[in-house]
């Protein structure tokens, strides 16, 4: 059963505190993705990579980084929380070529205070 | 650039009627995929139904069937025989075929199935 973990379901961080979240995916994909889920907004596309240590801004990358040293690994930072980015963050991965599925992880919803 | 959009942000139905959730997009790509995602409150996001747009035949998976106008840009999702456990958000999503293979997302569609 293929899977993509991600560390917390729930997190509850200060303003301005630096702030990690994980995903690592068993099924060797190339590409990780992460995206910020809000009502309304639907899926927005933060950061992906598609191959070690190679990133790829996506359409609101801004306060955000990303980090994969690893293959199966990726991971998302905020490098100092605002409130402005509570919200839910989905990490997905998919192989490459046109007709591969993206396999989703069950989210992360962070509460910035 | 492309966009997804569902029009419906909200839906509720009886159990085993019949639902249709609608979806357009706009691109200028001739060839391209389109995906409708589900996602219960579990927050798992899963992969419905997929189309190709080369394809003319519509796809189908079991009770769900997707109705694909290329020319007039729309793609709605069937769910046939509707179940409490159809209860979720309802996502579609374009992708281009090349590039980077990225998806791009409707806003989606609370389907609520009643008792």
């Known amino acids: 059963d293929v899977k993509v973990t991600q560390s917390s379901r729930y997190l509850v961080k200060r303003t301005g505190e630096k702030v990690f979240l994980e995903c690592v995916q068993d099924?060797?994909?190339?590409?990780m993705f992460w995206y910020r889920q809000d009502p309304g907004l639907g899926l927005r596309l933060i950061y992906f990579?598609?191959?070690?240590?190679?990133?790829e801004k996506g359409d609101i990358p801004e306060g955000y980084s990303v980090s994969r040293e690893k293959k199966e690994r990726f991971s998302l930072i905020l490098e100092s929380a605002s409130t402005n980015q509570t919200s839910m963050y989905l990490c997905?991965?998919?192989?490459?070529?046109?007709?591969?599925?993206?396999?989703f992880g069950q989210g992360t919803r962070l509460t910035v205070v | 650039a492309q966009t997804v959009t569902q029009s419906q942000p909200e839906m509720s139905v009886q159990e085993a009627e019949t639902v249709t959730l609608s979806c357009t997009y706009d691109?200028?790509?001739?060839?391209?995929?389109l995906f409708w995602y589900k996602q219960p409150p579990s927050r798992q996001m899963i992969l419905v139904i997929r189309?190709?747009?080369?394809k003319q035949q519509n796809a189908t998976e079991n009770r769900f069937s997707v109705n694909f106008q290329k020319a007039a840009k729309s793609f709605s999702l069937k769910i046939s025989d509707s179940q409490l456990g159809d209860t979720a958000m309802y996502f579609c999503?374009?992708?281009?075929?090349?590039?980077?293979?990225?998806?791009?997302w409707g806003a989606g569609t609370k389907l609520i199935i009643k008792p």
């Open positions: 997905a991965s998919r192989g490459d070529g046109a007709n591969t599925e993206a396999f």
């Open positions: 990579s598609y191959d070690v240590k190679m990133k």
């Open positions: 189309q190709e747009a080369y």
């Open positions: 999503a374009f992708m281009k075929h090349g590039g980077n293979y990225q998806l791009i």
């Open positions: 099924m060797d994909h190339e590409n």
């Open positions: 691109t200028s790509e001739s060839n391209y995929y």
